[in-house]
């Protein structure tokens, strides 16, 4: 189950009446004028890897033929995997690929064989990424905030003097990997949601605040 939200964003600023003389290259930042803001973000990331575990038996009178048997199964899951471009261990990135190899091999070799439900996870780079992007559309969120606020006062935003991360939280996905051992009876989709991997992040950040905001700019 994911976490609450997080609260809503707070926003601060403080604006002095006075205005610094604008030049050629635009507003110039004022000393001690500076808005403080802080934004959220929330992102996803589904499943990029998925483990099918196969189990081939066979019954003959004699063992030395069952092993046999057992190995010409093997032989042939081996053989349809690589015609695919799939390792022999079986971990697929292409689900859709997944699928029809399992398909296949059930009507080929019927009840000698018994393929469990697959599992799914994460790449550490997938996750790695994934809090990569979240951390920035954060602070990208936030930006855009300070943005509005400056405009709202017909003022310009200027560089960022500080800008911190407060919160990260991850959930779901490979943290919660006891998900994708749920019952037989969930469908693959529901399987690819219950290993879906999510992250949060929060920043604070604060941005000069220059002059009265140039119209051509406004307008671009």
């Known amino acids: 189950m994911a976490p609450p939200a997080p609260p809503p964003s707070r926003v601060f600023a403080e604006l002095d009446p006075a205005q610094a003389p604008e030049g ?3 507003p110039a930042a004022l000393p001690g004028r500076e ?4 934004g959220s973000a929330e992102l996803s990331a589904l499943p990029d890897r998925a483990r099918v575990s196969l189990r081939v038996g066979s019954r003959k009178e004699a063992a030395a033929e069952a092993r046999s048997s057992v190995s010409r199964r093997l032989q042939y899951i081996a053989h349809s995997a690589r015609q695919r471009g799939v390792p022999v261990c079986i971990i697929f990135s292409d689900f859709g690929q997944m699928q029809n190899i399992c398909n296949l091999l059930t009507e ?3 009840t000698s064989i018994i393929i469990n439900p697959p599992h799914f996870y994460h790449t550490p780079e997938a996750i790695d ?3 990569r992007q979240v951390c920035v559309t954060a602070v990208g969120n936030t930006r855009r905030k300070a943005q509005d606020v400056c405009r709202l006062f017909g003022q310009a935003l200027g560089k960022p003097l500080l800008i911190k991360e407060e919160e990260t939280k991850e959930w779901g996905g490979y943290i919660d990997s006891h998900l994708s051992q749920s019952a037989d009876s ?3 989709q529901e399987r690819i949601q219950n290993a879906t991997a999510y992250a949060s992040c929060r920043v604070f950040a604060v941005f000069e605040i220059k002059g009265k905001e140039n119209r051509r700019s406004k307008l671009l």
């Open 129 to 131: 990424t994934l809090r």
């Open 186 to 188: 969930l469908t693959l």
């Open 24 to 26: 050629r290259g635009g």
């Open 35 to 38: 808005v403080h803001v802080s």
């Open 108 to 110: 080929k070799l019927g």
